[in-house]
């Protein structure tokens, strides 16, 4: 069983920075972990993902948040990281976190949220223009 607990939404203008924060109960083993978001009316969408604890840092990244979203992972304090730089009006969602065990998703999967089982409760970002 793995708890995600989200941090470090808000609201901010256009062209403004904000840097969310995953805290995990568990680690210290590989995981897929990622951040999704989800827009008022919307569906979840894939923003972010990644393979930790594997000794590779490659991000995965939806073609609308690439060159402005950076994913990373501090394997000793367990925490996962989205800096989201240049926001946009509409970035403006709940960002959640999510995580799953490494074997069961593969990269060409890894932005889609019904891979996934463990989420965290969400933290709102709003972007005005």
């Known amino acids: 069983q793995v708890q995600l607990v989200e941090s470090g939404g808000g609201s901010v203008q256009a062209g403004g920075s904000l840097r969310l924060s995953c805290t995990a109960s568990a680690g210290g083993y590989p995981m897929a972990m990622g951040w999704f978001r989800q827009a008022s009316g919307k569906k979840r969408e894939g923003v972010a993902a990644?393979?930790?604890?594997?000794?590779?840092?490659?991000?995965y990244y939806a073609d609308s948040v690439k060159g402005r979203f950076t994913i990373s992972h501090d394997n000793v304090k367990n925490i996962l990281y989205l800096q989201m730089n240049n926001l946009k009006p509409e970035d403006t969602a709940i960002y959640y976190c999510?995580?799953?065990?490494?074997?069961?998703?593969?990269?060409?999967?890894?932005?889609?949220?019904?891979?996934?089982?463990?989420w965290g409760q969400g933290t709102q970002v709003t972007v005005s223009s």
């Open positions: 999510a995580a799953e065990r490494p074997d069961t998703v593969v990269a060409g999967s890894i932005l889609l949220s019904d891979e996934y089982h463990y």
């Open positions: 990644i393979y930790t604890g594997i000794g590779v840092d490659t991000g």
